[in-house]
């Protein structure tokens, strides 16, 4: 087993472990119920919530998987207009905040 990456952001690890799950390579989460100072006593960074791969030889395709949705994220998205309202939304916006329309729908 070995770890494939830690955040403070739960969201983000279960994306992560949905993706891998999808291309069958299985995980878990260690340290997910830690929160705050783990009794005072645990330091905040050895308490972050870990991805952890259970195959060994799993590994590479899922530090393939984590890099290309760690590289989605940092890119900043294009700004788009709403089919229906033209209302013009920030790139990371699916759905219209003026009109309800989503992105998707042409």
């Not at 006593?41 to 870990?50: D, T, Y």
Request: hydrophobic share 35%; glycine share 4%.
């Amino acid at each position: 087993m070995k770890k494939l990456y830690t955040s403070e952001n739960r969201i983000l690890l279960y994306l992560l472990k949905a993706k891998l799950e999808a291309q069958q390579i299985f995980s878990i989460m260690k340290n997910e119920a830690v929160s705050g100072p783990a009794g005072g006593e645990v330091p905040p960074v050895v308490a972050k919530p870990e991805l952890w791969i259970i195959e060994d030889k799993d590994y590479p395709v899922a530090e393939r998987i984590l890099n290309e949705e760690l590289s989605t994220l940092a890119k900043p998205a294009k700004s788009w207009e709403c089919p229906a309202c033209h209302e013009t939304l920030e790139g990371q916006f699916d759905v219209c905040w003026n009109c309800g329309h989503s992105r998707s729908n042409k």
